[in-house]
């Protein structure tokens, strides 16, 4: 058998010894040729130990670029924001003196979003909210001031989560995390009152 007929094989497990200068000339199915010099097959040496390093791996490529692409992870928000799951792992900073509204996505597993103050609210504050008005926030935050006042707003039962209109200062934040059914906060203010979970 020919060597050009061997090489149409799906599969070729035969071998070949190439001189210092030979040539392998490689046509795809659209005629598009391609020549590989015996130096750029030595480069290829000791690839299947390199492919081997990446059995076992189940992530998605997209599961790949959440978490090695560092680009995506930060967001500046100024106006209303609906939350994906895409964006899992997300830092947002709250940015508007009005304040908005972020919506988050339905629960699932491993879900978790950063929210900071980098702009004090002066009207409304911001809101993190669940979606569908589901009574799913539980958790606390912590307050750094210190008085006789009950210090740490907790939750078991809350749909939305106010960092508060000219109370939340630059700073103040909330991480919220889902178990697949809930979400869990924790977070920190400056002020009694910056950080406000209710129910409607």
């Known amino acids: 058998m020919r060597l050009h007929e061997k090489l149409r094989k799906p599969l070729v497990t035969e071998s ?35 492919l081997a390093l990446l059995d ?18 930060f967001e500046v928000v100024t106006a209303t924001n609906g939350i994906t799951a895409a964006e899992n792992g997300k830092t947002f900073f709250l940015s508007a003196a009005a304040g908005f509204v972020s919506t988050l996505p339905a629960p699932a597993v491993g879900l978790r979003y950063t ?28 307050e750094a001031e210190t008085d006789d006042q ?16 000219n109370v939340a200062v630059a700073g103040d934040n909330v991480t919220v995390v889902s178990d697949g059914t809930s979400w869990f906060f924790t977070g920190g203010s400056a002020a009694d009152g910056g950080i406000v979970p209710s129910t409607a």
């Open 150 to 165: 009950d210090d740490g707003p907790t939750d078991q039962n809350a749909d939305n989560l106010n960092l508060a209109a």
């Open 16 to 50: 070949l010894e190439l001189a210092k200068n030979a040539v392998i000339k490689v046509t795809n199915s659209s005629g598009v040729a391609k020549e590989i010099s015996a130096t750029e097959l030595a480069a290829l040496d000791g690839l299947d130990a390199e």
């Open 115 to 142: 929210f900071i103050v980098s702009l004090a609210p002066t009207s409304n504050g911001y809101d993190i909210a669940t979606n569908a008005g589901a009574n799913i926030i539980k958790g606390l935050a912590f």
């Open 56 to 73: 076992g791996i189940t992530a998605t490529a997209a599961e790949l670029n959440q978490a090695a692409d560092i680009s995506g992870m």
